[in-house]
């Protein structure tokens, strides 16, 4: 995400190399989405690179590869797994696994899934994302998932798109998003000490805003609790995400004012043409 095109003269110096990138951008916020990691496992080497460029409590949220989730879905993935591990082995404790399931992965394949989590490596966090609807309206299946991933120490993550589907798309973006994203009922239980949320607003700020309201409220709440939520701020284009991240912490700085605040960034020059 430290790559996106928008952001660059805004929110990062438009003059920066790639691998420095994530080092401007560790200066807007403190977690950031692995994303290009569900494509292709990265070399250890680009890990070590972002490594360096981030402090000690920036965290990083990296989907397992398409092969091992959607390919193989999670049978049959030791040699796939132990290069993944390997290869991110370098963000240590700052990096949580994220397991992205398809929509097609439901109830009746949490046996599969227990089964995975197990077997991976003490100590090694974790968390998980599930899109079948069965997941969400079968209590049953909620509370059978539930036992499944707290037994060993993982969080179930939400994917919240109430907001965004409220209403019909008015723009192309929201139109390619609206036919790409899950439309789930809002999750609000955390499983562990670190909760992780993805929040999905709409292209108006304003609409954006008031959607994690109650996303303010909950975080506020786990934070009393002594947990520490990671919370991911998404639009359909992402171009403002920094900006809304930083106005979301802020938010739930003013209900649990002992909150720190997120670092200051570096400068941004001015948009020049050469």
């Known amino acids: 995400m430290w790559t996106h095109k928008a952001w660059a003269g805004r929110f990062l ?3 920066l190399p790639t691998g420095e990138r994530l080092r401007a951008y560790a200066g807007w916020c403190n977690a950031v989405e692995g ?7 990265p070399a250890r080497d680009t890990v070590a690179t972002w490594a360096r460029q981030t402090g000690p409590g920036f965290r990083f949220v990296v989907k397992l590869p398409k092969t091992v989730t ?3 879905r999670l049978t049959g993935v030791e040699t796939e797994m132990r290069a993944f591990l390997d290869a991110v082995e370098p963000l240590g404790d700052r990096a949580v696994l994220w397991t992205q399931l398809p929509a097609s992965f439901g109830p009746s394949d949490v046996d599969t899934l227990g089964r995975f989590l197990r077997r991976l490596p003490v100590g090694v966090r974790r968390a998980v994302e599930v899109r079948h609807p069965g997941f969400y309206t079968d209590a049953q299946s909620t509370s059978v998932l539930e036992r499944t991933l707290a037994a060993v120490s993982t969080e179930w993550v939400p994917f919240d798109t109430t907001v965004f589907f409220q209403r019909p798309p008015t723009s192309e973006i929201e139109r390619e998003t609206w036919s790409k994203k899950p439309r789930l009922p809002r999750r609000t239980r955390a499983l562990t000490d670190r909760p992780i949320v993805r929040y999905l ?3 108006s700020v304003e609409e954006t805003v008031e959607g994690w309201r109650p996303w303010t409220e909950v975080a506020a709440g786990w934070l009393r609790e002594g947990r520490s939520p990671t919370i991911f701020v998404h639009t359909p284009d992402n171009d403002d995400a920094p900006a809304l991240a930083r106005r979301f912490h802020d938010d739930v700085r003013a209900l649990v004012p002992g909150l720190d605040p997120l670092p200051e960034p570096e400068p941004v020059g001015p948009a ?3």
């Open 13 to 15: 110096p438009r003059s």
């Open 35 to 41: 994303n290009t990691t569900f494509y292709a496992p």
């Open 70 to 72: 959607h390919e193989r």
């Open 201 to 203: 607003g709409r292209d």
């Open 272 to 274: 020049t043409l050469f």
